[in-house]
């Protein structure tokens, strides 16, 4: 069974920095793109940033610049460095992976969600 566990999240204060992290655990052939989602208060979700299994990165426009998407493969973590935090950076940040087991199966998972709130 695999999980993704989300952690990191928090106050900030507007221009402050954040970092979020995201293990997968339980068993995996491997696994493939990773991205974090955020929902914003009354919003849908929205992906900020993937980062592909070659580790290109894509963003949106609004974390461009701002925020990095990075992973380990050795420890089964997407990391989210958050900088020049926004107010509209506010939200439930989840993390999100395709992941290959040992039957050749992919699916997607999704952590539980961690708060953002960013101060003005």
């Known amino acids: 069974q695999v999980q993704l566990v989300e952690s990191g999240g928090g106050l900030v204060q507007a221009g402050g920095s954040l970092r979020l992290s995201c293990v997968v655990r339980?068993?995996?052939?491997?696994?493939?793109?990773m991205s974090w989602y955020r929902q914003p208060p009354g919003k849908e979700r929205e992906l900020v940033a993937t980062?592909?299994?070659?580790?290109?990165?894509a963003y949106v426009d609004s974390a461009m610049g701002r925020f990095t998407i990075s992973r380990d493969n050795d420890k089964n973590t997407v990391y989210l460095q958050m900088n020049s935090a926004k107010p509209e950076d506010t939200g439930v940040y989840y993390c999100y992976a395709q992941v290959q087991d040992y039957t050749s199966r992919i699916r997607d998972y999704w952590g539980q969600g961690t708060q953002v709130t960013v101060s003005s």
């Open positions: 339980g068993t995996a052939f491997s696994i493939n793109d």
């Open positions: 980062i592909y299994n070659d580790g290109s990165t």
